[in-house]
């Protein structure tokens, strides 16, 4: 495994809830409010690696493998984004207690299943951050990805590299080691099929029933949304009038990992005037 990722998770408090026949996996850092993340498709906990630290100065941060991903268990029933957010809901009682309240942030699925967990849990989600989503029931341009299961050694990794291009990290400069570890590790371990909900309208649906406010961060040249990522934008407007957004320049769909700096300023800043506070 590769050493950065290896020493974020030594760091990490492990925790497991029940998830089906099995457990979902949560990982935690720092102390303070809760703020849970929740990853992207094919993805796991790694997908904020480069933001964890970051922000658990100001929180305790939840990172779990969604139900389906990673190390977590599949859920029950047919694996949508509800499915997942079931055993989430359940996890974050068990680990935080009756009387929670969180901020919850989702990227790309992980938005999605986010949206669900938001409308199960109601008020004591503080916030709701959707970062690169998708099921809005808008268009989505066509994408076609390198298949890579019967792929090993150099020709596995160089799919990755031409698929985290393709769709994830606008800059190839970004596609460094680590961001190859994390796609290597990540497809492995993929048994959830998540990109047939990408399409579909199942997020945009749940936020009619979500009660935290909203708020929305892209990358400018999001390959799942560009051009018309201020079309998404609308669509949360619309689901609340009082969304917070933000349009990161030059960074592609995986925002938080190509843009960290930038990301994690943004999204703390938003958090900061939720909780009417001054950001720092």
């Not at 990722?5 to 303070?32: K, M, Y």
């Not at 018309?228 to 949360?236: D, Y």
């Amino acid at each position: 495994m590769n050493d950065e990722i290896e020493e974020l998770d030594r760091r990490a408090t492990l925790r497991r809830t029940p998830c089906g026949e099995g457990e979902t996996v949560w990982r935690l850092w720092g102390e303070g409010m809760p703020l849970v993340l929740l990853h992207g498709g094919s993805g796991s906990w790694r997908h904020w690696l480069r933001n964890i630290l970051a922000l658990a100065r100001r929180y305790a941060v939840l990172a779990p493998d969604i139900p389906g991903l990673g190390e977590s268990a599949m859920p029950p029933g047919e694996g949508t984004p509800e499915d997942a957010a079931i055993p989430l809901a359940e996890g974050l009682v068990a680990l935080l207690g009756p009387a929670r309240r969180y901020h919850l942030c989702g990227f790309s699925f992980g938005a999605n299943v986010g949206g669900h967990l938001a409308a199960i849990e109601g008020a004591r989600v503080a916030s709701l951050t959707l970062v690169g989503a998708a099921s809005l029931g808008l268009p989505r341009p066509p994408l076609e990805l390198l298949k890579v299961r019967e792929k090993e050694g150099e020709a596995r990794m160089a799919a990755h590299r031409e698929n985290l291009a393709r769709l994830m990290i606008r800059d190839p400069a970004r596609i460094d080691a680590t961001a190859l570890a994390i796609q290597e590790w990540n497809t492995r371990h993929a048994r959830l099929r998540s990109r047939r909900f990408a399409s579909g309208a199942s997020l945009r649906d749940a936020l009619g029933r979500v009660r935290a406010p909203l708020n929305g961060i892209w990358g400018e040249f999001d390959a799942v949304a560009w051009p018309e990522v201020e079309a998404r934008l609308a669509v949360l407007r619309e689901a609340d009038p009082s969304l917070l957004e933000a349009v990161i320049p030059g960074a592609g769909h995986w925002v938080a990992y190509e843009a960290p700096e930038a990301f994690n300023a943004t999204l703390l800043a938003m958090l900061a005037r939720r909780e009417g506070r001054t950001a720092p």
